[in-house]
């Protein structure tokens, strides 16, 4: 069932869990994530970056292959499909491509501008039922070509897009996309804290995902965070699957090389991938 993102992450907001956005990158990943949220029972949120989108010919492509699973896998769980870190115009044109979710992350622009950008998205959005996230200082790192320097969010700034009537608030606490350098710091709880004292219910969104100790999830969670992206973790999963096919020779025994044989170990690393962070972020059996 394809539904907007607010009410699946007010609920996990309320009830103590997250739910996950997973990244896709083509048919494989979409039907690998959607059937997992099936068996588990979970909501979940499919994210699309700018980079995949165009990868996968455009966003009226992905609107139209994930309506169409949805239907032909029989998926009866909540699933949003919202644009990972749009750009102004990006998010225009996820709004009219049929996305039912969008971020617009004006984290780049003075915070005047990010108000009053976010200001009119969320007035476009709401007025076809479809869900927002805007993000207030910047998650560190490189994904698709969106770069950020990880400065962490001043908590005033997050009241202030928040009154937006955002439904769910992406802040840099000191995450990052990608793998994590060894000599991370960790999560900057202190300014979460801040942030949800800030912001009064809002749903929070923990950006970078992947590579993020169990403990660290745990504890953003208790303090707001109600939405956690996981990227590179299923693209490293299926890398080491493919990978360990290949180098087994099973591409060259019989029909191995068949590309339904060929991506199958992948796509069940990215199911197990999904499966294990629904069961940390809390969200199995809360559809
Ligand atoms: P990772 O690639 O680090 O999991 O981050 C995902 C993300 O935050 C998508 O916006």
Redo the contacts with the bound molecule.
């Keep these: 069932m394809l539904v907007n993102a607010t009410e699946m992450l007010k609920k996990a907001r309320a009830e103590g869990y997250a739910v996950g ?1 997973f ?1 896709i990158n083509n048919l494989e990943w979409t039907k690998a994530v959607l059937l997992t949220a099936e068996e588990c029972k979970s909501p979940v949120i499919l ?1 699309v ?1 700018e980079g995949a989108g165009k990868y996968m010919t455009g966003y009226k492509t992905v609107a139209a292959m994930v309506k169409a699973m949805i239907e032909e896998l029989n998926i009866t769980v909540p699933v949003a499909l919202h644009l ?2 749009g750009s102004y115009e990006g998010t225009k044109k996820c709004i009219e491509a049929g996305f039912s979710s969008v ?1 617009f992350d004006g984290s780049h622009y003075p915070i005047e501008e990010n108000v009053a950008k976010t200001k009119e998205l969320v007035e476009l959005a709401h007025s076809l039922g479809i869900s927002v996230e805007a993000e207030v200082g910047s ?1 560190g ?1 490189e ?1 698709d070509g969106v770069v950020g320097r990880g400065e962490v969010a001043d908590a005033n700034e997050c009241k202030m897009i928040a009154d937006l009537g955002i439904d769910f608030l ?1 802040a840099g606490i000191g ?5 994590y350098p060894a000599n991370w710091q960790g999560l900057d709880f202190e300014a979460l804290e801040a942030i949800k004292n800030a912001t009064e219910g809002m749903p929070l969104v ?6 993020i100790p169990a403990d660290m999830i745990k504890k953003a969670i208790s303090l707001g965070v109600a939405k956690i ?7 490293l999963s299926f890398a080491a699957a493919t990978r360990e096919y290949i180098e087994a020779g099973k591409d060259q025994q019989g029909k191995g090389y068949d590309p339904r044989k060929l991506l199958l170990p992948g796509f069940e690393a990215i199911k197990a991938t999904v499966k294990e962070k629904m069961e940390l972020f809390g969200s199995v059996n809360k559809a």
């Design positions: 956005q990244n994210g970056s990972d870190h971020m998650i790192g994904e992406a995450n990052i996309h990608g793998k923990l950006h970078g995902g992947t590579g992206n996981v990227n590179t973790e299923c693209q």
